[in-house]
């Protein structure tokens, strides 16, 4: 199962990578997805990551959900990663930034969606092993191919060759089943009662790092689709609430 989630989502993200080499107009229309994608990732940490961990491992489990939530702050903070898509400049994507630092801003959104995309693969494998894999893959998937068709959108901008974007495209993606390597790794030497409550925890705070500090704001810059921005967030919501009444999670 973790093979097949992973492969779908390397692929996914690896094929949407693509349009921007042919379409690069249509990014501009990529913010109703990330809406969306910013409703799936919310509603699979409320719904299903969080109440797992903490049946799992009691209260404590928050406290590792707000590690995880910090600890993607820093990691944006510090290493240069936020990968901020709106029409408004900030702080990486400033004239004077690229002035000062060269054509910068696609090394540095590279390093953090992997780092990202790392976390995710830990994620996935820390729900698979809870029994809550179909949702989290989900809310992966939604948020992987609007993030690789980014990443590629930065890289030709930046007037990088086709072949160099793939390549970079291609460790991109290489990131989710390192994650998910890594988990098995902890996991095969850390204690399963204690580790996967507390796993499951600190990914839920990745994923509401990634969807209320990463995508809601630059969805909140969005002046124009207002409704259907806030009508794709809720479908997202409301799609990894279905799952959990009706899916396998249910069933779990």
Request: proline share 4%.
């Amino acid at each position: 199962m973790l093979t097949a989630y992973l492969l779908a989502i390397a692929v996914g993200a690896m094929l949407t990578a693509a349009v921007p080499v042919a379409f690069p107009r249509l990014q501009s229309r990529m913010h109703l997805f990330l809406s969306f994608s910013a409703g799936v990732m919310l509603g699979a940490a409320f719904f299903h990551m969080l109440p797992e961990a903490v049946e799992s491992g009691g209260l404590e489990s928050l406290y590792w959900s707000l590690g995880g939530f910090v600890f993607l702050f820093l990691l944006e903070r510090y290493v240069l990663v936020h990968w901020c898509k709106e029409d408004d400049e900030c702080e990486v994507h400033s004239p004077q930034h690229e002035h000062s630092h060269g054509k910068t801003v696609g090394t540095a959104a590279f390093v953090g969606m992997s780092l990202h995309t790392l976390t995710d693969g830990f994620a996935l494998g820390t729900a698979i092993e809870a029994g809550i894999g179909a949702s989290v893959f989900l809310a992966i998937l939604f948020h992987k191919l609007p993030s690789s068709f980014s990443l590629a959108a930065i890289l030709m901008s930046e007037r990088k060759t086709a072949g160099r974007t793939v390549a970079y495209t291609t460790v991109f993606a290489a990131m989710l089943p390192l994650g998910a390597l890594l988990y098995l790794a902890l996991a095969g030497v850390v204690p399963h009662e204690v580790f996967g409550a507390r796993a499951l925890g600190f990914s839920a705070g990745t994923f509401l790092h990634l969807a209320v500090a990463d995508l809601i704001p630059d969805l909140h810059r969005r002046r124009q689709d207002r409704l259907a921005l806030s009508i794709a967030l809720i479908v997202g919501i409301v799609l990894m609430w279905a799952v959990g009444h009706f899916g396998p999670a249910h069933q779990h």
